[in-house]
């Protein structure tokens, strides 16, 4: 067992090797362009020389300080680096001139209709701030990185909401942005393209939903309002006993009671009088008959 785990390793190792070294390969023949791209550049310069107050306007490029240019001569990227900023020296007939915007690019992302793990369908769209790191990946190894960008955004916020219940959906969404700008980042990584930021803008419920939603917040309120109004009446009635039982214990309390009463009623412009009787000698009118 060991033995073959050990051969499987040495197996990818030099699979791997191989690979690097194609690669080097590659890339030390890549700015070669050969007897005859040597030739045709020659000729080039000629040209340019023999023309030149005319053709001095096709073969100087201005490129800003925000971008870079890539330069191919004769389909090949000139010292697999990009250029600028500044002056660029092209050849009218051999080189091909393209520029790159290094400036964060923001888009919004469609709305999108989704169906949740909990079979709720939602409409979702979204916003992404992403930016150009390596010129020579944006140019060579996809044909539009930024039109590529935005399709891989959209199937990726329904990939990643496709797995979310509602509540999650509502609840996280910061997030949900860090999960789909990390796997945007890794899948936009060999396209030269950094991806900075995903934000979800907006997410629309159906009416039905939002009226469901709606009805049960306002019975959950409803519910807390009666606990809350029954347990005030039950404070209220225990302080109503306290106070019952201290009264009971001095009858000179409840005549002071009367007289508070009166007097807050006396507050207001009142045309009824109102006199407070004793109960001691309605107790005593009872007694005799």
């Known amino acids: 067992m060991n033995s073959n785990t050990a051969s499987t390793a040495m197996m990818v190792t030099q699979s791997k090797a191989e690979i690097n070294s194609e690669e080097n390969i590659e890339a030390k023949n890549a700015g070669r362009l050969g007897c005859f791209g ?3 550049v020659l000729l080039s310069i000629l040209f340019v020389t023999a023309t030149f107050p005319i053709t001095l306007f096709m073969c100087v490029k201005i490129v ?3 971008e870079r ?7 090949r990227i000139i010292d697999r680096k990009p250029k600028g900023p500044g002056l660029m020296f092209v050849l009218p007939c051999t080189d091909t001139f393209v520029k790159v915007d290094l400036r964060t690019v923001s888009f919004d992302i469609p709305p999108q209709e989704i169906l949740t793990r909990d079979s709720v369908t939602v409409s979702v769209d979204g916003v992404v701030y992403f930016r150009i790191n390596c010129p020579i990946s944006s140019v060579a190894n996809v044909s539009n990185a930024h039109s590529s960008t935005r399709l891989l955004a959209q199937t990726t916020l329904r990939n990643a909401l496709g797995t979310k219940n509602l509540s999650e959906l509502l609840s996280d969404r910061e997030g949900i942005s860090l999960s789909m700008q990390e796997s945007l980042d890794d899948a936009t990584d060999r396209w030269g ?3 900075e930021r995903v934000e979800i803008k ?3 419920l159906p009416h039905q939903l939002q009226r469901a939603m709606a009805a049960e917040a ?3 309120r409803e519910a807390r309002a009666k606990i809350i109004a029954a347990e005030g009446e039950m404070n209220a009635s225990r302080s109503l006993k306290e106070a019952s039982l201290i009264i009971a214990e001095s009858p000179s309390a409840l005549q002071l009671r009367y007289l508070q009463t009166l007097s807050s009623i006396a507050v207001e412009k009142n045309s009824t009088i109102i006199f407070p009787v004793p109960i001691d000698i309605l107790q ?5 008959e």
């Not at 240019?69 to 389909?75: D, E, K, Q, S």
């Not at 005593?284 to 005799?288: C, E, G, I, L, S």
């Open 69 to 75: 240019a890539v330069i191919f001569r004769l389909g």
């Open 218 to 220: 306002e019975a959950s």
């Open 64 to 66: 800003k300080e925000y």
């Open 202 to 204: 907006d997410v629309k």
């Open 193 to 195: 393209i950094k991806v």
């Open 38 to 40: 040597w030739l045709l």
């Open 284 to 288: 005593n009118f009872m007694k005799r």
